[in-house]
């Protein structure tokens, strides 16, 4: 149960007693627990195996951090995404990287992957909020319960993931679900359907 703690906290509060521990994240100053359950962290394990494979396969020096942070800048804000790919060459443009594992650069970020618990809200529309605005070119809300909110995945809530792809500015978002062949612009020849990303946490 992901739920937010009334404590309000700045930036580097927040860096100094919880940016070692994976159970936060903070939003406008609030301490967020994502309390990450046993099926969650199997479907992002999943992810990153597959996503592995294909940066293998691509032959680029981009890499899974497993414990990283992004600021949009100017605010009191610090994501824990479920999933990162960072491009190595561009992290050296980082202000913050050879202190912390901090990324405040959409050019260091090549995708971003976040697995819904119950804190739907978060993911489905504050993070495409802000990962649209920093610049991030790829962004996937993995709903593997269905638990989002129905104006997002529709009346009958069937899992699925969307993916969405930074177009002039703007998120457009395409979804898919059960037998549907993922379509990744980050990994063009992934071969991979929403049902075998649902089944990693059964």
Request: negative net charge.
């Amino acid at each position: 149960m992901i739920q937010a703690i009334s404590k309000s906290l700045t930036l580097e509060q927040f860096i100094a007693d919880y940016g070692d521990n994976d159970r936060y994240e903070l939003i406008d100053g609030e301490l967020i627990d994502r309390s990450p359950t046993g099926p969650h962290e199997e479907v992002a394990a999943f992810l990153l195996r597959k996503f592995n494979v294909e940066i293998d396969r691509l032959n680029v020096r981009w890499f899974t951090p497993t414990r990283c942070l992004i600021k949009p800048l100017g605010q009191s804000t610090a994501f824990r995404p479920d999933v990162l790919i960072l491009d190595k060459e561009a992290i050296a443009n980082e202000p913050l990287w050879q202190q912390e594992p901090i990324i405040t650069l959409p050019s260091s970020i090549k995708l971003v992957a976040e697995v819904v618990i119950s804190n739907w809200q978060n993911d489905y529309a504050r993070k495409v909020e802000d990962y649209a605005a920093l610049g991030i070119p790829e962004y996937w809300v993995v709903d593997y319960l269905g638990v989002g909110g129905r104006q997002f995945i529709g009346v009958a809530k069937p899992p699925t993931i969307t993916i969405h792809q930074l177009v002039e500015g703007e998120y457009q978002g395409q979804q898919f679900r059960g037998s549907d062949l993922i379509i990744s612009p980050t990994f063009p020849n992934l071969e991979l359907t929403a049902e075998q990303v649902f089944a990693a946490a059964r």
